[in-house]
Antibody, heavy 121, light 107 residues
Framework: EVQLVESGGGLIQPGGSLRLSCAAS????????MTWVRQAPGKGLEWVSS???????YYADSVKGRFTISRDTSKNILYLQMNSLTAEDTAIFYC???????????????WGQGTLVTVSS | DIQMTQSPSSLSASVGDRVTITCRAS??????LNWYQHKPGKAPKLLIY???SLQSGVPSRFSGSGSGTDFTLIISGLQPEDFATYYC?????????FGQGTRLEIK
């Protein structure tokens, strides 16, 4: 059974840094396409970053240069390092595993329960 | 980046109603379009993938159509558990984008 458990969220001051973790079980992060999605309070879902199995990484313009996605294949964990945080980064962050359905490799079937990041002084 | 525009942004309906939500892409995305249901405090749930394919376990009252730039999610015979927010998502490009969401409320 696929399980994704996020951790690392919390209250952080503007300009600070935080690292989110996503512990995966039931599959290997090294051979799957992993993605972070966030939802700010009262707002919709926003794609943040993706890590392809072949090592390619992609970022939304809103986080490019500030966030870094990485993985530890020995621990089967996906990370999101977030630097220079602002109030606009306040959100629930979800870790997702993308599945390939009939050539559509971006189907977000499996989701964690999310971790809340609050950026405030 | 590909922009996804959903309409309406909110919708009031009654149990048993038929509801239609539309999603338009800013460029052609073939059938790389997925639909999700999101309830407060829960993880989003995949309903439809590749524009028209019903995810296993999802009730058949949900259906999707469209290709290219225009897509539709239809819920036939609303049930109380269907009141939620619905999102479309394009997976045509490596930088995914979601629609802004459609909040479905009880009339």
């Amino acid at each position: 059974e696929v399980q994704l458990v996020e951790s690392g969220g919390g209250l952080i001051q503007p300009g600070g840094s935080l690292r989110l973790s996503c512990a995966a079980s039931g599959f290997s992060v090294s051979t799957n396409y992993m993605t972070w999605v966030r939802q700010a309070p009262g707002k919709g879902l926003e794609w943040v970053s993706s890590f392809y199995a072949d090592g390619r990484t992609y970022y939304a313009d809103s986080v490019k240069g500030r966030f870094t996605i990485s993985r530890d294949t020995s621990k089967n964990i996906l990370y999101l390092q977030m630097n220079s945080l602002t109030a606009e980064d306040t959100a629930i962050f979800y870790c997702t595993k993308a599945s390939n359905y009939g050539g559509n490799s971006g189907v977000l079937l499996d989701w964690g329960q999310g971790t809340l990041v609050t950026v405030s002084s | 980046d590909i922009q996804m525009t959903q309409s309406p942004s909110s919708l009031s309906a009654s149990v048993g109603d038929r509801v239609t939500i539309t999603c338009r892409a800013s460029q052609r995305i073939s059938s790389y379009l997925n639909w999700y249901q999101h309830k407060p405090g829960k993880a989003p749930k995949l309903l439809i993938y590749a524009a028209t394919s019903l995810q296993s376990g999802v009730p058949s009252r949900f259906s999707g159509s469209g290709s290219g730039t225009d897509f539709t999610l239809i819920i036939s015979g609303l049930q109380p558990e269907d009141f939620a927010t619905y999102y479309c998502q394009q997976s045509y490009s490596t930088t995914f984008t979601f629609g802004q969401g459609t909040r479905l409320e009880i009339k």
